[in-house]
């Protein structure tokens, strides 16, 4: 039987970042990223990465998570981002804000073009595709060394004082601040996007394309857009990789980096803008400390960290932070989801 | 008399050698309730999928506000105010019904690009879905998410979100189909609500639904129309009787 029709008052609208429950754990991976910059003194570049990590994640969730993109070419933006912020470095300027804005940018173009082509198709089709451009810049990277340094990556690269005065230092003090700054920014551009009509309309062409073009929406060019924001932001962690590390290796632009990140937001939990934050942090964190124990160890504990999330965690490990804090919100009386 | 507001001219469409539509002609008129029926693979779906630009005619013209409309894109003949309802749900299963009705309107209101600044506005979104969901009766459902709703109520929401596209022409897809004949009424009173200036085609297997709706039916049969009329004479006609009864051997 149906519901007794009732007319009730709308009711509240989602909550962004209000409520001060919900403040708290907005903040909580925040302040944990700046006390492990004050306690971590030794691991301020393994944090990096993972910072790095993270904000790659993130763009793939856009896409994947909320769009409904499936791709195996993400690595191809990232790899592009970070040759782009490389060779700007060397042939430019090495102002790092400068390099970083150029490498979104050119990024974001890539994205475009390439969504332009390829997402009129979907499934099979659409992932061969992706595969393909990333094979294709991959092997453009690999021939032509006088750009790229080919397989010995790309060298010489130096970097100006962050703002002309933070110099990237040998423990990567200046580095991960800088990292977490652009996390940071387009964490709140990303926040701001899924919550948003337009991401309320990408997360619907995710669920049922065909209601959505009945309601008249352009699909194409909406995918377009979220895809070319997807590669921004891929682009920019690209761009922040070659920044920190002052080199670039064809390693980016493998399909092994492009697993990677499917399995960090996997982990994590895809349609969760914190998910990319713990699947990211819990891979690298996880293979730096089993990988001193043996060399391939980390691979079986990712695997199997992998399959049981699969299996038994269908939200990902986020969803172990939700239950924690609707347990802890049910103590307090006021929770909120964020 | 009023001048159509949908006008269809020689319609036709072959899927290789199957003809699903032969050389069909329809007009609309701002208030009109036309039945559209026929056996199973008339090709009523395909016609609506032609009309909503889904599927393309191979000849024949669309024309809407006497504009027409066959080439261009099916979010186009949207905006230009030809809404539909699916006969299976497509329906965001995992968004709630508010936000269903709310995707339609920022995308009708035009806030469906905003990614920043967007908060009053998709609060009047949220208001106005909320309120289109009283208007069918359903108000309570609006936290829900779509996957938790009973079938009816699904069917409903398809119509407000069709709804809140504000159309002049309103394509009901089968607004019945899988609804248990005890909850029928519903979907019946829910038709019996909209608005009086809109034109309506509905398609529809349930005879008591369509003779009960329609002013006018249009009986399809092999892609083309056998024949049309007021209910009355449809259900007297013994050539409607024959294509869904068969013919007697005498």
Partial sequence: MMN???????????????GKFSLTWHLLPWVL????????????????????????????????GYAGIVTLGHAALFGFGAYCAGIFSIH??????????????????????????????????????????????FEFANSAKWLTGGDDGLQGMSIDPLLGVFEFDFFGHTAYLYSLAILFIWFVIAWQIVHSPFGKSVDGIRQSPKRMRAIGTPVWWRLVAIYTISSAMAGSAGGLLAH???????SALSLFTSGIVAVMLILGGTKRIYGA?????????????????????????????????????????????????????????????? | MSDPILSVRGLSKNFGALAVAQSIDLDLK?????????????????????????????????????????????????????????????????????????????????????MLNYKKQWRECLDEAQSMLADMGIAAIGDT????????????????????LKPQVLLLDEPGAGVPSTEAHVIHDALDRLPAEIAILLIEHDMDLVFKFAKEIVVLVQGAVLTQGHPDEIAADPEVRAVYLGRSRD
Avoid: C
């Fill in chain 1, 33 to 64: 990223a700046i006390i492990f910059y004050f306690t971590a003194e030794g691991y301020l570049s393994l944090g990096t990465q993972a910072i790095i990590w993270v904000l790659f994640t993130m763009s793939l969730d856009l896409a994947l």
């Fill in chain 1, 244 to 250: 920190s590390t002052q080199f670039v290796g064809l």
């Fill in chain 2, 30 to 114: 701002p208030g009109d309730r036309v039945g559209l029926i026929g056996p199973n693979g008339a090709g009523k779906t395909t016609f609506v999928n032609l009309l909503t630009g889904v599927v393309k005619p191979d000849e024949g013209q669309i024309l809407l506000k006497g504009q027409p409309i066959q080439s261009i894109r099916p979010e186009l003949r949207v905006r230009r105010g030809l809404a539909r309802t699916h006969q299976i749900n497509t329906l965001l299963v995992e968004s709630s019904a508010r936000d269903n009705i709310a995707v339609a309107i920022a995308e009708r209101s035009g806030y469906a690009w905003r």
């Fill in chain 2, 145 to 164: 998410e779509v996957r938790h709703l009973p079938y009816g109520e699904q069917r409903l929401l398809e119509i407000a979100i069709a709804m809140a």
């Fill in chain 1, 92 to 137: 430019v300027t090495g102002d790092p804000l400068t390099g970083l804005l150029v490498a979104t940018v050119l990024t974001a173009a890539l994205g475009f073009v390439t969504g332009i082509l390829i997402l009129h198709t979907t499934g099979v089709t659409f992932l061969m595709l992706t595969l393909a451009i990333l094979s294709m810049l």
């Fill in chain 1, 4 to 18: 007794d029709p009732k007319n009730t008052a709308p009711a509240a609208g989602p909550q962004m970042l209000g």
């Fill in chain 1, 277 to 338: 934050f713990i699947g990211a942090v819990i891979y690298v964190f996880v293979q730096d400390y089993t990988a001193k124990l043996n060399p391939h160890l980390w691979e079986f504990i990712i695997g199997g960290l992998l399959i049981a999330v699969v299996l038994f965690l269908e939200g990902g490990l986020i969803s172990l932070v939700d239950k924690a804090r609707d347990g802890l919100a049910r103590l307090v009386g006021k929770g909120e989801r964020s």
